[in-house]
């Protein structure tokens, strides 16, 4: 088994199953802001005096449209207060985050709800967003690419000339030296992850800082010197501005990065300084086909074990010979590569992590029973305490046993399997020998492979390889609906210790992409990081001096590296309180544990901590994701950047520059340039 | 009638603080009419209005009552923009640009084609005198450079109306009279020209008509001719005379005859900008030292 390292997922990686969810969320989120801000625009600009200038008219338009829909958005909310009132049509809480409701803090993606609330909070989004978006929406198409471009290559020439960026490109350098001339003591194996990190962390820094610096003060500059003058008053759309800037930055930092990429890239895959194992282990690029985790024993309620860690992303079953708990891996869908006749086995990936509950044996880990089975090979608890799990067709795990043990039967008598047969097919390894080839033929023929007993360390990764037969007899045919195609039950066998699972803590390798492959698409969740600064920068400075511009985005840019600490505040769930609750158990020196005495303070600090709480929510609102574009743990251990994964991100972040595209429209639209 | 290009009605502008307390009344009720092909001239001392009216006319300030209107469109409206040139007080470009490239970034702002876009630069960079510096940075450029690359920028949509805030700032005698010669030019191919200026004089060269605002108000507006001639007063001009005693006093006693007296009597002046210009013109054509100090004796 080739070492390689463990890619510990805290959080699911978002597919496109979750994007319904995510759309719902986003109408929420973004369409509750559009409609806090259609109100003010509205009352704005209804009730102003009535013979205001044309200029102003044009300047700030109320269409029938507008109105309409502001109207239709109305409706919607005030369904909403009047459902959330009355208590019908919840599970608002269950479509933003599970983790508000659960006692998890972990990110769970969000799933679309089909109940009355959350539908009508995204209706009144939707509705809102198409009312405040008009304008926008209709100015859109009197933008031109060559003023845009213009002011964009602008930009570029700007930045470029003013050597910000040959600066910051120059200081990056220093970090792609080895980094075991800076860290000697580290593992041999670490090396390329250690530079990884290294390179990733200087990267960001000078990439990002120099971004923010030029987006942040660029057009307060421009306004502050007068330049603008001479650009506003050519036929240029005022966001063709904001726009134009935002596009040179964007360009310049993928010229930047491009560069810092390229040559990190000469310097991993050309530097001979690495240690073989580093290479090994790091330089690799597998390519996971994940499952849905579920947990399954006798009783039917059962959904694993919380051992009361503080982290709750894991669930447990217990070990023991006869148990009936299981953690099962179901796979919707299998590509065709991995039934081909030109592949000899299928690994099957894991790190699992041990609870022990007795001391159990000494230097050794824990013993564990996996089965995979196909749709045409259904599996079923037994009924009662200590029986095995068995097939739904009994007749035809009859047929299987019998012709495995009359197959073990030959090989033990060496009828069968040649010279250097197995004594039976439990020992058979992958390969181009007779043994395994009966072993994938039963596999195809039955869609059933066990692995008895294999060993599992705690939170070290291992191999098992299945026969590629499974893959072939699981894409025979039409399963039911529900039923997934392949699916990997895990059993503990080891009595007193119990299995830790997750649905990221086993897979099966589809298949091995390229190094500079994933090298180049972890560039891109840089990338990403990058502009959405940009962006807030570019919007804010829009109405901010550059100075407060330039605060204000990195203070939401760094406030987001402590989303699980916000979510917790906004969520009420924090250790010791909320701020309020926080301060007085300071004050007190008090306990975070500490009970607070009932009365009139505890009220009080209750009251104001459910408003921080709420305010904290919606400030949680705003601060971008930054977690879900940081890739680097993929490329440092070796696993694929899922091209899914990536266009979703990609979709994300026009999600989340979107609002404040619209936000930079009006602002600039409304500025008097000249004031 | 004449097409009418800019007209301002009531247009007024107040300076508010952050709370909406009124700060300065900037321009109070203009009510002004430009018609095509003409050169109009706002005057004022500082703080009077002048550039408040351009930059409502473009757009950079936003009415507080009134309307502008360019063209006939409102001036909040963009494309009112594609026949307007403007040249700013001061010249605001980009200083890490040169000749060149500041043309055709402001070329691609009008969204005109590259080779239009390359042949216009060329022949602009040529009108201004810059052919020579057109590859040097405008942060190189003396105060007059960029005043010329600037009335560049403002001509490279070949504009209908013209507006420029101050275009003799910065700019030497020769300078000057090359911008004025170049405005009456753009008013011979057509153009409207919107100026103001504290220098009088070129206003008073180069303009069909001015208003006069002081403290946002418009005091008084109409043909330059019509508001300098002094009414009270008759110049008569006279060649192939010498300055005499005799003369004086004939002259005296004709105007006396008819109820006028005499005020004064000898040699008009030249203005100082034609003495400059006269011997700038002479020196080019004769290089060397042309003047020489008083003999001691003409001292005497």
Known sequence: MSLFGILILDREPLAFQHLPGLIQVWLQDAGGFAAVGLLIYLAHALFSPSDQPESTKLRMPVTSWMLLMAVVSLICYAAFAAMFIGGIGKELVEVRSQAIAAEATAYVPPKLSLRAQPVTLALGGLFALLSIGHPFARDLFKLRFRRTFAIAKLSVKEAIRDRLFLVFVIFLMIFLFPVKWFLPNNKPEDEIRLTLDVTAFASTIFLLVPAVIVAAFRIPNDIKHQTIYTIVTKPVERFEIVLGRFVGYSILISIALGLMTLVGWVYLTFGTTFDPKAVEESQRSRVPLRGKIDFRARTADYSGTNVGREFEYRKYIAGSKTTTERALWMFDSIPANLGSTDRDQVPCEFTFDIFKLTKGEENRGVDVNIRVTTWQCGQRPPDNRGEPWAWTDATRQKEYDKERNDLDEKLRKREIGGPDAPPSLAFARPGPNEAWKLVDQLAEKYGFFEISSTEVYDFHPATVYLPPGLFRNARTGTPPAGEPRVTVYVKCLSPGQMLGMAQGDLYLMEGEKTFTENYFKNAVGLWCRAVILVGISVTLSTYLSGVISLLASLFLYISAYFAEHLRDVATGQSVGGGPLESFKRLLNADTPTTPIDEGATKRSIDIADRTFAWVFRRYENIVPNIDAFTWTNYLKEGFNINAEYLVLNLLILIGYLLPWALLSYYLIRNREVAA | ?300
């Open chain 2, 1 to 300: 009638m004449a097409e009418i290009v800019v007209e301002t009605r009531g247009l007024t502008k107040v300076y508010r603080d952050f709370w909406g307390r009124k700060k300065k009344t900037a321009l109070n009720a203009l009510d002004l009419t430009i018609e095509k092909g003409e050169i109009f001239g706002l005057l004022g001392p500082n703080g009077s209005g002048k550039t408040t009216t351009i930059k409502l006319l473009l757009g950079l300030l936003f009415p507080s009552g009134g309307d502008a209107f360019v063209f006939g469109q409102p001036a909040a409206k963009v494309e009112k923009n594609e026949k307007i040139g403007y040249l700013p007080e001061e010249s605001y470009l980009y200083r890490f640009l040169n000749a060149e490239e500041t043309l055709d970034f402001y070329g691609r702002l009008f969204d005109i084609p590259s080779a239009v876009r390359e042949k216009r630069a060329a022949e602009l960079i040529d009108t201004v005198g810059l052919s020579n510096d057109k590859k040097r940075v405008l942060r190189e450029y003396s105060k007059g450079m960029r005043q010329r690359i600037g009335l560049a920028q403002a001509l490279i949509n070949d504009p209908d109306l013209v507006i420029l805030d101050e275009p003799t700032s910065g700019l030497d005698p020769l300078g000057t009279r090359w911008m004025k010669d170049l405005i009456l030019d753009l008013k011979k191919k057509g153009k409207t020209i919107l100026m103001c200026s504290h220098r009088l004089d070129d206003v008073q060269d180069v303009c069909d008509r001015i208003a006069i605002l002081y403290g946002g108000d418009l005091q008084e507006l109409g043909q330059v001719n019509k508001l300098v001639e002094d009414q009270k007063r008759l110049e008569i001009r006279a060649t192939g005379l010498q300055l005499n005693d005799g003369l004086k006093h004939d002259l005296a006693a004709v105007i006396e005859k008819h109820g006028g007296k005499l005020e004064a009597f000898g040699h008009p002046t030249t203005t100082l900008e034609d003495l400059f210009l006269r011997i700038v013109d002479e020196s080019k054509a004769r290089p060397g030292r042309r003047y020489l100090p008083p003999t001691e004796e003409a001292k005497k």
